[in-house]
């Protein structure tokens, strides 16, 4: 890996960080505005705000840099490692006796998973329509629904007791992907 690229995937990281923080406060603003419970409230309402502000970073930066195919999906990987890292500091920070070691690990691989896997649905989706102009609304409207979509799945599962089928999801669909896009990354 060259020195450039490097530096731009910390930088993408270190924009999933920001984006994370930016989402955490946001979030608290808007929960305490609305009446609904937290529970409810994370399976809709955050989902949204947080997979529409993780994936501005990369329409940006695909529209201002022109970057490969391969860029885009490492780029996108980095802001969904970022965000997942800074996301799951404040879980953990914020719910420290609460917390037991193998619930901490179970937490950072699904939720870690979860956020890196609509990142590169994202990423991957935008690779392919941002040369098709005729494509490229519908297709960001669908990329961005299946990454809400996705993400207010599992955090339906986890926040009303489905911890297992929660945490296994992330890695069940994760793994098998990550084969497809290496396979349709050589082809192309």
């Known amino acids: 890996m060259s020195k450039s690229k490097a530096k731009s995937l910390v930088c993408f990281l270190i924009v999933g960080l920001t984006v994370a923080l930016f989402c955490g406060e946001l979030n608290g603003v808007i929960f305490n505005l609305l009446p609904y419970s937290q529970n409810a409230y994370v399976t809709t309402f955050s989902p ?5 502000l993780k994936m501005l970073p990369i329409f940006i ?7 490969t195919r391969q860029d885009i999906i490492e780029r996108s990987i980095a802001v969904g490692v970022g965000f997942a890292i ?9 719910n420290v006796g609460q917390i037991d070691i ?3 690990i179970l937490r950072a691989f699904g939720a870690g998973m979860m956020h890196v896997l609509t990142m590169l649905i994202v990423g991957f989706g935008i690779s392919f329509i941002y040369h098709k102009r005729k494509l490229f609304l519908s297709g960001s409207v669908g990329l961005i629904a299946t990454a809400i979509i996705y993400h207010s ?30 396979k349709i990354c050589k082809e192309n």
């Not at 800074?86 to 914020?94: D, I, K, R, T």
């Open 86 to 94: 800074l996301e799951n500091a404040f879980v953990f920070a914020g």
């Open 153 to 182: 799945i599992y955090n339906y599962l986890v926040c009303w007791g489905y911890y297992v089928a929660g945490f296994l999801m992330p890695t069940l669909i994760f793994i098998p992907s990550m084969f497809f896009i290496k």
């Open 102 to 104: 193998l619930t901490a």
């Open 61 to 67: 930066c695909a529209f201002a840099k022109k970057p």
């Open 48 to 52: 949204m705000i947080e997979e529409l």
